[in-house]
């Protein structure tokens, strides 16, 4: 079932769509994040002010430099010592769309340790947006059950993996990080 959802959802973020699925944090909805028009529809789903910060998911640390212009040493560690799913907000974002990248040339980015994200990232080749599975204004689903039927009905795929699970999770740590290695805390 779950290699069966994964290439489900891969066909349709290669054809541009917006699929709403479970990951490592909270239900996200999830695009290309190197596709604008996706971008920009994923917004429109969400009702979200496209100034608001969106999260790229990664699925292995290797792959930052192809999206930073210049990773500093101490993410890597981050990254690796961190107990629960951290999203670093790195300076200097490329080969993006542009409408994921922020006003100041700065994205936030998670590298994805989850049964469903980090193969289909993987398979695709691309980071994929991901933002919480709400429309804008509201709270954030913290299970399956909670999503806005609106929601459910505007993407072009609901996984159908996890939907039962029933363990609480959180939204990520977010840090933001400064070409120099220091780095501030956004969300704890």
Not at 24 to 29: Q, V
Not at 72 to 97: H, Q, R, S
């Amino acid at each position: 079932m779950l290699k069966e959802e994964i290439n489900k959802a891969l066909e349709v973020l290669k054809n541009g769509g917006v699929i709403l699925y479970p990951t490592d944090t909270i239900w996200g909805l999830g695009c290309d994040a190197t596709h604008a028009d996706a971008v920009e529809k994923l917004l429109k789903i969400k009702n979200r002010p496209a100034e608001k910060s969106l999260i790229v998911l990664l699925d292995v640390d290797s792959k930052l430099q192809s999206y930073i212009n210049e990773v500093p040493e101490v993410a890597y560690d981050l990254i690796e010592y961190a107990e629960n799913p951290l999203t670093i907000v790195f300076p200097g974002a490329k080969n993006l769309a542009p409408n994921v990248i922020n006003n100041d040339g700065s994205v936030g980015i998670r590298i994805v340790k989850h049964d469903f994200c980090t193969p289909l990232i993987q398979r695709f080749r691309k980071p994929i947006v991901s933002t919480s599975a709400n429309l804008s204004g509201k709270p954030s689903p913290k299970f399956f059950d909670d999503i806005d039927p609106e929601i459910l009905d505007l993407v072009d795929l609901v996984v159908d993996f996890e939907q039962e699970n029933r363990n609480i999770k959180k939204p990520s740590t977010i840090m933001k990080l400064s070409p120099g290695g220091q780095f501030e805390f956004i969300r704890k």
